[in-house]
């Protein structure tokens, strides 16, 4: 046996495109197995079938559960009595008998799989109900809360999803591809033919129209999770000079407790409930009430009445807790008016934050951004100014990476974002492996190639070991850091720098310079705005984790001459050096 194996690791050394071409027969083997038994033909759901849970068990419908997601429609023959249901009930509507499902299931195939799987995962969440087609304005939404946008993948289910898990009690979709979730609707209820766009992700399915929205009810797994648990604690804060107009809308409750008062607020349509004692009071972040200045949290430290173990603040000093609502004062976008007389670039290097500083200064202008590229994905969430032409003059600003003197020089002027390499390079890094929010696998930190377990051995016998990604990545990258930066320093029109950490530290100051260099007007009011919903959807949860340093003695030794070259290029214009916590690591 051990001759016959090295008889064959011989034969493939010998000829590694034999190798090759035996690995590519062996993946498209793998591949047509694996779409024969995705579209094979399954026998008609019969009346015993319609209800899977009963017919197969939990372990059958788990399976179907996850073909349900995938969507598999082949096969599926539109008739007038069933596009009426699917059209008007999302993947959470469940009928008082489940009769509404089981007139779907006739279809036979793989869509009779899919099928059946959702049937069970509806069974088991019973979270959404249709309510009809409304109205909805831009200047006024019907539903006030968060809102996300995918102009390519949206679903019903996707939106539905996304609203519940924040604990909102309706899910809007709209112009098929955008989500609105609200606490209550607050708009007219018009006609079914009036909703009549294609959800983007899923044919067959209306996810409303132009200015109108498909609602659904969500019933949620536990009430209490749209009230307390999901606002978010802003800290202890003074008494405003005149509350009435700081927080508008008060109620006494002597039975005080942080939910009561959230639960209320949120009721209200409004961001802010602080928390006085026994008053609760409601409002927006306004110059009368920055949220700026913390105090010391014992100031607030008073029991709530109703809450042995929460602090409810006092007369004096107000606890202050951010709702789920949204606010709505810094969401609306739009092209600017007439065309711009000067270009104005918004300059970083790869991973240094420019789509972060995009929704900052789109929700802080009012008008959309462009970029130097075509980012397909970054236009299907919602930049708008992604596919028009840089040049175009319709947009407030342009992100670019580039760092060549020409490309430079097209700008009149520039905001020029910089970031700790470290982070900047751990995050293109992950960009580039992972999307735009998503992480770089394991095995390209390692190095370690995709290849199945079985041919392994076989491979690392052929082929020497490779370098790995990352390494390679650090050594091109890392002096593009510090040239990126000393180009625009010294090519640059007018170029305003801003570092990306003074830029989460304070926000409203850094994000005030950006907008003044943009010749727009700073309205304080909405730079608060912008304050409560800074994240948006292009934030990654904190770089993952890894269980070791990438960073290798010599990648630090190098980068920390790199940070030198910037830091003394940066003090030589009489600005501010790179901040101390880039040093060293």
């Known amino acids: 046996m051990a001759k016959l194996w090295f008889k064959f690791q011989r034969y493939f050394r010998r000829k590694p495109v034999r190798f090759f071409t035996f690995l590519a027969l062996y993946l498209t083997a793998g591949s047509l197995v694996f779409l024969h038994s995705g579209f094979v033909g399954q026998p008609a759901v019969s009346g015993n079938q319609a209800n899977p849970a009963a017919a197969g068990g939990p372990a059958e419908g788990a399976e179907l559960s996850f073909l349900g997601d995938m969507h598999l429609g082949r096969g599926f023959r539109d008739t007038g009595e069933a596009s009426s249901i699917a059209r008007r009930y999302g993947p959470w509507f469940k009928g008082k008998d489940g009769n509404e499902r089981a007139k779907l299931g006739d279809y036979g195939g793989a869509w009779s799989r899919a099928l059946k799987g959702r049937v069970v995962r509806e069974k088991e969440e019973e979270r959404a109900k249709y309510i009809g087609c409304y109205l909805d304005d831009t200047q006024s939404r019907a539903l006030r809360g968060v809102s996300f946008f995918d102009y390519k993948k949206m679903t019903i289910f996707r939106c539905q999803d996304n609203c519940a898990e924040r604990g909102y009690l309706y899910a809007g979709l709209e112009f098929g591809a955008e989500c609105y979730c609200g606490h209550k609707i607050q708009a007219t209820n018009v006609s079914e033919a009036e909703c009549d ?226 982070k900047a390079l751990m995050a293109e890094f992950n960009r580039k492996y992972g999307g735009h929010i998503g992480f770089a696998a394991h095995a390209h930190w390692k190095g370690k190639g995709a290849i199945p377990g079985s041919l392994q051995i076989l491979f690392r016998s052929i082929c020497t070991a490779s370098v790995g990604e990352w390494p390679e990545f650090v050594r091109n990258y890392a002096p593009w850091w510090a040239t990126h930066t000393l180009d625009w320093l010294k090519f640059g029109k007018k170029v305003l720098v801003v570092h990306f950490e003074d830029l989460k530290q304070d926000l409203f100051v850094q994000l005030g310079r950006m907008v003044s260099l943009l010749g727009v007007a700073v309205r304080e009011d909405r730079l608060l705005c912008v304050e409560s919903q800074k994240d948006g959807n292009f934030k990654r949860s904190g770089l993952r984790k890894l269980e070791y340093d990438p960073y290798t003695a010599d990648m630090q030794k190098t980068i920390s001459a790199y940070i030198k070259m910037v830091d003394a290029a940066l003090k030589g214009r009489n600005l501010t050096g790179v901040p101390d916590d880039y040093y060293p690591r």
């Not at 970029?371 to 992604?386: A, Q």
């Open 197 to 422: 766009m294609e959800c983007k992700g899923e044919r067959g399915s209306v996810c409303g129209g132009a200015n109108r929205l498909s609602v659904y009810r969500l019933q949620l797994a536990q009430e209490s999770a749209r009230r307390y648990g999901s606002a978010v604690f802003r800290g202890c804060f003074r008494r405003p000079d005149n509350l009435s107009l700081a927080l508008p809308v008060t109620a006494a409750m002597l039975n005080m407790s942080v939910d009561k008062c959230v639960d209320f607020c949120t009721e209200k349509e409004y961001p802010l409930a602080a928390l006085a004692g026994t008053a609760c009071h409601c409002g927006f972040p306004t110059t009368r009430f920055p949220l700026h200045d913390r105090e010391d949290e014992q100031l607030c430290a008073q029991k709530c009445s109703a809450e042995e173990f929460e602090s409810c603040g006092t007369p004096s000093y107000f606890i202050v807790y951010q709702t789920q609502v949204q606010d709505n004062r810094c969401m609306d976008r739009r092209f600017l008016p007439g065309k711009s007389k000067q270009l104005i670039a918004l300059a970083s290097f790869p991973g240094a934050g420019n789509t972060w500083a995009r929704h900052l200064i789109e929700l802080a202008t009012g008008f959309y951004t462009g970029s130097y590229y075509f980012d397909g994905s970054l236009y299907n969430k919602g930049f708008k100014g992604e596919r028009d032409h840089w040049r175009s003059g319709r947009t407030i600003c342009i992100k670019t990476h580039e760092s060549g003197q020409k490309e430079i020089e097209a700008f009149d002027a520039a905001i020029l974002l910089i970031r700790n390499p470290y």
